[in-house]
């Protein structure tokens, strides 16, 4: 059985991490929430000029210390939502201007309730980095009020010998924006660019779209080699309504520009695909589950169109006889494609295990691990989804597997294990 590291740090949900939000109302308005929008506004412009100040007053000093440049962030939610204010191209002061923005903000702690389900990449910059170590950058569900769940990053660097660091975060944290994007881009295409002045590991990708309404869930983040020799990342999620779920991908090249972009198909009404890091026989690949219990190999023309898919790994064992999936992107190595799975057996308990895919034909699996590779220890079970480990994406670093996983949906930890260990558990 092969032997995991664990490495002391442990990430836990932190309510003190706030963005500012647009508050519901104007945001999506319509009908009778847009005649109580213009209500609104009608009241604000009615205040006079003292009024004004003292209450922008007040609020600057309730705020200012807690988010970065929150009067540029009320003057652009004002410019924002201008056109549905119902004010017929009004003038107005400043004053003014940031007051309705700021009545048409809130403040948001995005990862109150559960920090979980991690998944990491090589960090775009390497520069500096000698005797092994690399640069990472992990993904991490963060979920706050109302179960509503978020995209965060942390940055941080990993040495050959096992060590690692995570960069801290900064003091204010801010929300990725919408931008208009390349003017070709599809009407279901979201464009969203990262503040100019704000850190990686201060940014926060919140839902935008009616379909997204209720969370973006399980980022499964890949470095993925175009045929140009060049690396864009990419990540698969599931988009959650409140209703319905939609698997979508998230594009960047730098982590300051992204696309949110629906995966066409019938693969894409599932949940949990895994995007292989290159092209194989000139054809993008995924593991998915398709039928709720399996794993299944899907090949794809085009990244954003999935269906179909052929049948590759049922439950064989005793811990994952309820069901499979995958736990992120496939991992190249010599021997083929390592790819970690995760089981769901008796009471169900959650348990990561791996498989190993044939480089040339990963439909062809070259074995297995019986046992568990990771297993809810006695002192992880407790927290919001007991008896669950969980990883949505880890990397090779030399010899070793990194391994970022969430305990119990609620806190995150991390592990090296042996590729050579890995292998050797495989039946």
Same mark, same amino acid.
């Given at each position: 059985?092969?032997?995991?590291?664990?490495?002391?740090?442990?990430?836990?949900?932190?309510?003190?991490?706030?963005?500012?939000?647009?508050?519901?109302?104007?945001?999506?308005?319509?009908?009778?929430?847009?005649?109580?929008?213009?209500?609104?506004?009608?009241?604000?412009?009615?205040?006079?000029?003292? &009024?004004?100040?003292?209450?922008?007053?007040?609020?600057?000093?309730?705020?200012?210390?807690?988010?970065?440049?929150?009067?540029?962030?009320?003057?652009? %939610?004002?410019?924002?939502?201008?056109? !549905?204010?119902?004010?017929?191209?009004?003038?107005?002061?400043?004053?003014?201007?940031?007051?309705?923005?700021?009545?048409?903000?809130?403040?948001?702690?995005?990862?109150?309730?559960?920090?979980?389900?991690?998944?990491?990449?090589?960090?775009?910059?390497?520069?500096?980095?000698?005797?092994?170590?690399?640069?990472?950058?992990?993904?991490?569900?963060? #979920?706050?009020?109302?179960?509503?769940?978020?995209?965060?990053?942390?940055?941080?660097? $990993? &040495?050959?010998?096992?060590?690692?660091?995570?960069?801290?975060?900064?003091?204010?944290?801010?929300?990725?924006?919408?931008?208009?994007?390349?003017?070709?881009?599809?009407?279901?295409? *979201?464009?969203?660019?990262?503040?100019?002045?704000?850190?990686?590991?201060?940014? *926060?990708?919140?839902? $935008?779209?009616?379909?997204?309404?209720?969370?973006?869930?399980?980022?499964?983040?890949?470095?993925?080699?175009?045929?140009?020799?060049?690396?864009?990342?990419?990540?698969?999620? &599931?988009?959650?309504?409140?209703?319905?779920?939609?698997?979508?991908?998230?594009?960047?090249?730098?982590? !300051?520009?992204? &696309?949110?972009?629906?995966? /066409?198909?019938?693969?894409?009404?599932?949940?949990?695909?895994?995007?292989?890091? %290159? /092209?194989?026989?000139?054809?993008?690949?995924? $593991?998915?589950?398709?039928?709720? /219990?399996?794993?299944?190999?899907?090949?794809?023309?085009?990244?954003?169109?999935?269906?179909?898919?052929?049948?590759?790994?049922?439950?064989?064992?005793?811990?994952?006889?309820?069901?499979?999936?995958?736990?992120?992107?496939?991992?190249?190595?010599?021997?083929?494609?390592?790819?970690?799975?995760?089981?769901?057996?008796?009471?169900? /308990?959650?348990?990561?295990?791996?498989?190993?895919?044939? !480089?040339?034909?990963?439909?062809?699996?070259?074995?297995?691990?019986?046992?568990? $590779?990771?297993?809810?220890?006695?002192?992880?079970?407790?927290?919001? *989804?007991?008896?669950?480990?969980?990883?949505?994406?880890?990397?090779? *670093?030399?010899?070793?597997?990194?391994?970022?996983?969430?305990?119990?949906?609620?806190?995150?930890?991390?592990?090296? #294990?042996?590729?050579?260990?890995?292998?050797?558990?495989?039946?």
């Amino acid at each position: 059985m092969a032997h995991l590291v664990q490495h002391e740090l442990r990430l836990h949900a932190d309510p003190t991490r706030v963005v500012v939000r647009p508050f519901h109302l104007a945001w999506q308005a319509s009908g009778p929430d847009l005649e109580r929008v213009h209500r609104l506004a009608r009241e604000i412009v009615a205040l006079n000029p003292r &009024t004004v100040r003292a209450e922008l007053g007040v609020v600057l000093r309730d705020f200012a210390d807690r988010h970065w440049q929150i009067e540029k962030v009320f003057e652009d %939610r004002f410019d924002e939502i201008e056109n !549905k204010l119902g004010l017929d191209g009004v003038p107005l002061k400043r004053e003014m201007r940031l007051l309705i923005g700021a009545y048409f903000c809130h403040e948001y702690s995005y990862a109150a309730a559960a920090l979980m389900n991690p998944s990491v990449v090589r960090h775009p910059d390497q520069s500096g980095m000698l005797d092994g170590s690399i640069r990472i950058l992990l993904s991490l569900r963060a #979920v706050g009020e109302g179960h509503i769940s978020t995209i965060a990053f942390r940055e941080g660097i $990993i &040495t050959h010998n096992r060590e690692m660091t995570l960069l801290p975060q900064p003091a204010f944290a801010t929300a990725a924006m919408p931008g208009p994007g390349p003017e070709d881009k599809p009407d279901d295409v *979201v464009s969203l660019y990262r503040q100019t002045d704000s850190s990686l590991s201060g940014t *926060v990708i919140f839902p $935008i779209t009616e379909a997204q309404r209720n969370g973006l869930e399980d980022l499964r983040l890949v470095e993925f080699k175009r045929d140009s020799g060049k690396s864009e990342w990419i990540g698969t999620y &599931t988009a959650y309504s409140g209703r319905d779920i939609q698997s979508e991908l998230l594009r960047t090249r730098d982590f !300051k520009d992204f &696309t949110l972009t629906p995966i /066409k198909g019938g693969a894409g009404r599932n949940k949990g695909m895994a995007l292989f890091p %290159r /092209k194989i026989d000139g054809q993008f690949h995924m $593991i998915g589950r398709q039928d709720g /219990k399996n794993l299944y190999l899907l090949r794809s023309d085009t990244i954003d169109h999935w269906s179909g898919g052929d049948l590759l790994l049922e439950p064989q064992f005793p811990w994952e006889l309820i069901q499979i999936g995958n736990c992120g992107a496939p991992i190249e190595l010599d021997e083929g494609w390592l790819v970690l799975t995760h089981g769901v057996g008796a009471m169900r /308990k959650y348990a990561i295990g791996a498989a190993l895919l044939d !480089k040339d034909n990963p439909s062809k699996v070259l074995g297995r691990t019986a046992n568990p $590779i990771l297993s809810a220890a006695d002192e992880d079970r407790e927290g919001y *989804v007991p008896n669950v480990v969980y990883t949505c994406g880890a990397i090779r *670093v030399g010899d070793d597997i990194f391994l970022p996983y969430g305990v119990a949906d609620s806190s995150v930890c991390f592990a090296f #294990v042996a590729i050579s260990e890995i292998l050797a558990a495989m039946a």
